[in-house]
């Protein structure tokens, strides 16, 4: 069993994404649910974020309120480091451990592999050892301000900010095995993703495996355009140790360095 890394920016479609891999059978494990988890009443997280930014951010029953403490970190570097600091070895332990499940039930048998959604694996860089692959949704920058706003129904001061918290699409995409651009309509992506061959040779073990061994990539005409895709040099993990290839879209080639 190998694992599959799906990250992105906020809103840009990670979820959407992971939809299709569900549909088609295959787990996925999402770290937003995770870090859902690691904050209930009781648990290590709780009782450490109720030390550090106290009472104001629980509701009466002992509920973390998420909006009063989004409001706190995404205004602050410093809080969120704190925050991050508390959350994140317990979320990527949590991930882990629903990973080991996965494979002790057996539930990859007909795919050889699981998906984990992870909004800050460049950020915090803790689960790239793990990573056999790594996809990057994208979408235009001005589509990914407008869906966070309707989704949260959000100022767009306060989407700015939490997209800011992040590191950039164009950075992120760099470092990817795979990028989704997930810009137009559902259905475009589904077809990438199914062009990826991560879903359509899930049955077939031995072609999976070579197609994710040769290093095939999606990346659209429309984002190649816009962002100059040149992933860095191994960076001793195995998610980075590539060779050389070249990815094919629509029908162009286009040479990578690795
Ligand atoms: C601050 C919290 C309470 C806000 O909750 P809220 O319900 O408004 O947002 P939600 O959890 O659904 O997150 C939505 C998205 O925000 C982004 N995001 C969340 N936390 C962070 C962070 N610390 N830094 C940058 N982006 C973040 C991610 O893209 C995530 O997918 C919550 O995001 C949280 O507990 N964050 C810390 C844990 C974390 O880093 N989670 C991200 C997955 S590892
Ligand atoms: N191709 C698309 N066309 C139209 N709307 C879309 C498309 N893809 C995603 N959306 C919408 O955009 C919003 C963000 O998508 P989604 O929740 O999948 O992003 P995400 O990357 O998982 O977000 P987060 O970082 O907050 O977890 C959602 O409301 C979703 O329904």
């Known amino acids: 069993m190998f694992i599959v890394g799906v990250t992105g920016g906020i809103a840009t479609g990670k979820s959407t994404l992971c939809a299709v891999f569900r549909e ?7 770290a937003d649910a995770a870090a859902r988890k690691v904050v209930e009443p009781g648990r290590r997280a709780w009782h450490r974020i109720k030390k550090e930014f106290g009472d104001a951010v629980f509701y009466d029953d002992g509920q973390l309120n998420r909006e009063a403490l989004g409001e706190i970190i995404f205004d602050s570097v410093e809080k969120r480091r704190k925050l991050n600091e508390i959350t994140h070895q317990e979320i990527y332990g949590e991930m882990l451990w629903a990973a080991v499940r996965c494979f002790f039930q057996g539930k990859y048998t007909s795919h050889q592999f699981i998906v984990m959604d992870l909004p800050l694996l460049f950020e915090s860089g803790t689960m790239l050892d793990f990573l056999h ?21 959000m100022s767009e001061a306060k989407a700015k900010k939490r997209i800011s918290a992040q590191m950039s699409l164009e950075r992120k995409c760099e ?3 795979f990028v989704v651009e997930n810009s137009g309509t559902i259905q475009d992506t589904r077809e990438q993703v199914h062009t990826c061959a991560v879903i359509s040779h899930t049955k077939d073990t031995s072609g999976l495996m070579n197609r994710i061994h040769s290093g095939h990539h999606v990346v659209s005409q429309k984002y190649r355009m816009r962002c100059n895709i040149h992933p860095p040099a191994g960076q001793g993990n195995r998610a980075h140790n590539k060779s050389p290839s070249s990815i094919h879209t629509y029908g ?5 360095r690795r």
């Open 175 to 177: 470092q990817a095995h």
């Open 252 to 256: 162009q080639e286009l040479k990578i």
């Open 133 to 153: 692959k790594i996809i990057v949704v994208t979408c235009e920058e001005d589509l990914q301000l407008q869906r966070l706003m309707e989704r949260n129904s």
């Open 24 to 30: 088609n059978g295959i787990p996925v494990i999402d």
